[in-house]
């Protein structure tokens, strides 16, 4: 018998891998998917500095600043947010290429479609997230369980290595431990 | 009333090495006056110069930030000053080139609420340690060392005489210059290695 597949990855682990790239500024416009994680950030982890934003093209701009000053920041939103940002992705991201990375909830995700294809989701602010970011040509990585979490160092080494936008998608509202 | 040339003029007049962020009618002003390194602009991007520069704030706070933003870029984010505000960047200095047009100097089609939006008012209730308005070159140019010796978040607009519009029936848009789409990529790697051998050699 097979255990079933746990879909919420502790915050820990998330802070554990922020730490492991080397992450210094916590950029964001906080999302209900990473409730979790926005609360151990705003509760204080040391040398990560939370700034938070009042909409994620601010974010996005915020970001790109701290990279050019030699700062390595993740921006933290939710699909919606993505959704609302496309503008200065495309000049930030894809013309200027700065390496940011996106940790991006999937809000309104029917808990239903955790383990199917996200992209058959009957809520459009999820199932467009993926087709939104593959025509702007940002690769993404779904973190969907605890073994998908390699992926987010593979993310930042292709942002970083590539000087180009990434985005992992988190798939289930972020554990509480 | 000033004109957005003699406003950039006193901004670079006082600026010494504090890094430029400039957007849009502004860029320009300040490619006319020549200025230099270390400076990136926002561009394509109405709106982006603030978040630009709180980034760059934040990530070097021994070193001042000026922004030279527009009345029209700011009101498409408007929320930046609420964002620069609560994140206390003691080192950014917001100018706001007020001139109530957009596409200035092309065809200066107005902007919504010329002439009755308070931006100070806004700056001030949003946060920023203070918000001064000027309207004449030469108050402004009396203000201006002390308005960069003070500690930010400051906020500071600048009334200025929109230029003339260029475009009609009998002088058309021309293509725009590749230039306008990729000095941002250009400048962020030149302000950013700018930026690495400054702190090297402070350090």
């Known amino acids: 018998m097979t255990s079933k597949p746990n879909f919420n990855i502790p915050a820990s682990h998330y802070v554990d891998a922020l730490r492991r790239n080397g992450i210094d500024y916590f950029v964001t416009v906080p999302d209900w998917v990473q409730l979790a994680l926005h609360l151990r950030i705003e509760a204080g982890e040391p040398g990560i500095t939370n700034v938070p934003c009042c909409n994620e093209e601010q974010a996005v701009a915020v970001a790109a600043g701290l990279w050019m000053g030699g700062k390595k920041p993740i921006v933290v939103v939710q699909n919606q947010g993505m959704h609302a940002c496309i503008n200065s992705i495309r000049t930030v991201g894809n013309d200027v290429r700065a390496p940011i990375v996106f940790l991006i909830g999937q809000f309104g995700r029917e808990f239903a479609n955790f383990g199917q294809d996200p992209t058959e989701s009957r809520r459009s602010t999820v199932r467009y997230l993926e087709p939104v970011l593959h025509a702007m040509d940002i690769r993404s990585w779904r973190l969907e369980s605890e073994e998908d979490m390699p992926k987010f160092d593979e993310a930042f080494r292709y942002a970083w290595t590539e000087s180009r936008p990434a985005a992992l998608l988190v798939g289930a509202p972020t554990g509480w431990n | ?203």
């Open chain 2, 1 to 203: 009333m000033m004109n957005i040339i003699s406003a950039c003029n006193v901004i670079l007049s006082a600026r010494k090495d504090a890094v430029l962020v400039a957007t849009m009618g502004s860029m320009v002003a300040m490619d006319t006056l020549g200025a230099q390194q270390p400076r990136v602009s926002s561009v394509p991007l109405m709106g982006g110069a603030p978040g630009l520069g709180l980034g760059l704030a934040l990530a070097h706070p021994e070193r001042k930030v000026i922004v030279v933003d527009g009345d029209a870029s700011l009101l498409m984010q408007l929320g930046n000053l609420v964002t620069v505000a609560s994140n206390r960047p003691a080192n950014l200095y917001h100018f706001l080139i007020c001139n109530g047009t957009q596409f200035s100097g092309m065809s200066n089609l107005p902007v919504p609420g010329r002439a009755r939006t308070d931006y100070c008012a806004m700056a001030r209730a949003a946060g920023y340690t203070d918000a001064l308005e000027f309207s004449q070159e030469d108050k402004f140019s009396s203000a201006i060392q002390e308005i960069l010796n003070g500690n930010g978040p400051r906020f500071i607009s600048l009334n200025v005489e929109p230029d003339p519009p260029k475009f009609s029936a009998q002088s058309p848009q021309q293509d725009w210059s590749d230039l306008q789409f990729t000095r941002m990529h250009n400048e962020a790697r030149a302000l950013s290695k700018w930026l690495a051998e400054k702190s090297l050699v402070a350090a």
